[in-house]
């Protein structure tokens, strides 16, 4: 049976990136308001499931809404997680 050849490794040639580097903006920390909907979002998003399990038979608006009450709540929790990818 014939023996493999062995590639040779070219370690003497550093390897280029082709692209050319671009610097990022320096950006600040984020407002504290901005902070302050974030966290807001996701309370009232909680608040709102935990409302529609415990009284939404006594709230008219919510008791017409039915199931459109879980969208509503994790619709809020969601923007809110959203938010986060922005906060620095």
């Known amino acids: 049976m014939p023996k493999s050849k062995v590639r040779k ?3 003497s ?3 280029t990136d082709r ?6 903006k320096a950006l600040g920390p984020s407002h ?3 902070v302050i909907v974030m966290l807001a979002m996701m309370l009232i998003g909680l ?3 935990v409302v529609n399990y415990l009284a939404s038979d006594k709230i008219p608006f919510m008791a017409d809404l039915g199931g459109w009450n879980f969208a ?3 619709g809020f ?3 809110g997680l959203l938010m986060t990818m922005k906060w620095r």
Do not use: N
């Open 9 to 11: 490794k070219d370690s």
């Open 47 to 49: 608040l709102w499931l």
């Open 77 to 79: 929790m969601i923007i």
């Open 13 to 15: 040639t550093p390897v």
């Open 19 to 24: 692209r050319t580097p671009v610097k990022a």
């Open 72 to 74: 509503v709540g994790f």
């Open 32 to 34: 504290p308001i901005y």
